[in-house]
């Protein structure tokens, strides 16, 4: 890893907490631009992950919302918003953050800020910075009335080949007004933004537990109102949109020996327990709201350091990046490139000796 202007390398016992190109899964639209492409690509082999169902919607890659980048796609946002007229999009910039100027629209006409004439409302607006505009989850899982999201923390080590390590401490955004799918409560960001800069001011915000809950917390809910089977499944498509999401960057993200990064990976949970991708932070906040956050991320930073680091403690490029199991803290391997093409190759040489056994005794030819 080098400068580009100055020349300048980092030492072999030097490493940094990003990728050089991190933006590829961290920046709105760069995000929901590799996924779609990714889709498209194993679509394009015939891949099976990337099958459809009958109303052409992806069966198994199916997990971030419809999504156009303004002002790119305004026409083709445009196409959509026509044939479903009665649905709800909610517009982000892509390169901001704490629910910076984020707003929900359910009109064309709400979109005229963008326009270079408000009383031409069809031609493609413009805009200083890019925009996504997203169909808005109508239909979130709420508790005690209120709509929450998912914070939770990845870390990776290695996109070549892909090393990732899913930390078990996450949390749980609420919302501090009741939630309401009525159009005049579009503008009331307490009711649709889970963030806590913008949830921390409003008037019913509690300074003792900050709105949030542990993600244990959420699966003893969920266990005891859904049943373990349903919320089992959840977790396992939670994991499955993580891994799928990196892979969909990996062949474009500079994978370097002297970086790592931790993401903290923001998800929405439907009223029929399926999980929506929203975004993913490069640098999610590690400030604490409240004692119980305090102890969370310090263990996080901890446990970050320690699989990043070899164990002699000094950071060494030449290191393999395994780490033992003591090492991990509170992180659990979610996806190790390596150990599935080891498992792979070993479950395709134990067919081919049993393959072989059956052909040597029955006279079977193996397929």
């Not at 891949?47 to 026409?75: K, Q, S």
């Not at 989850?137 to 939770?152: A, C, M, N, T, V």
């Not at 800069?197 to 005891?224: A, C, M, P």
Request: hydrophobic residues 35%; glycine residues 4%.
């Amino acid at each position: 890893m080098f400068h580009v202007e100055t020349g300048t390398r980092l030492a072999d016992d030097q490493i940094i907490n990003h990728f050089p190109n991190h933006y590829e899964l961290t920046r709105k639209d760069c995000m929901v631009r590799n996924i779609k492409r990714y889709r498209k690509d194993l679509e394009k082999y015939g891949n099976p992950l990337a099958e459809r169902d009958a109303m052409g919607r992806f069966v198994h890659l199916d997990f971030i919302p419809a999504t156009y980048t303004l002002p790119a796609e305004y026409n083709i946002f445009v196409e959509e918003f026509k044939r479903n007229p009665a649905l709800t999009w909610i517009v982000k910039p892509a390169g901001r953050s704490q629910g910076s100027g984020i707003f929900l629209v359910n009109k064309l006409s709400q979109l005229k800020k963008w326009s270079k004439d408000p009383t031409k409302p069809n031609e493609v607006p413009h805009t200083r910075e890019t925009y996504v505009i997203s169909q808005y989850i109508e239909s979130p899982l709420l508790i005690g009335g209120k709509k929450f999201d998912l914070r939770l923390y990845v870390l990776v080590t290695s996109y070549k080949p892909l090393k990732a390590y899913m930390y078990r401490l996450g949390f749980c955004r609420f919302c501090t007004v009741r939630y309401s799918k009525s159009v005049t409560e579009l503008d009331n960001m307490f009711l649709h933004l889970t963030n806590v800069s913008i949830q921390k001011h409003g008037d019913e915000y509690n300074d003792s537990h900050g709105g949030k809950w542990t993600v244990d917390n959420l699966i003893l809910f969920l266990e005891g109102t859904r049943g373990r089977e349903a919320t089992d499944k959840l977790l396992d498509d939670i994991h499955w949109l993580i891994v799928h999401s990196l892979k969909a960057v990996q062949n474009v993200m500079s994978s370097d020996r002297h970086c790592f990064e931790c993401y903290g990976y923001d998800i929405l949970i439907d009223s029929n327990l399926k999980p929506w991708l929203l975004e993913v932070n490069a640098s999610p906040s590690l400030t604490s709201t409240t004692p119980s956050d305090r102890v969370l991320k310090a263990a996080l930073i901890s446990d970050v350091i320690n699989i990043a680091l070899p164990p002699s403690g000094v950071p060494d490029v030449k290191w393999n990046k395994l780490p033992s199991k003591e090492a991990l803290g509170k992180f659990y391997i979610l996806y190790d490139e390596e150990l599935v093409q080891a498992e792979a190759k070993e479950t395709e040489s134990r067919a081919h000796r049993h393959g072989k056994l059956k052909s040597d005794s029955k006279k079977l030819v193996w397929k």
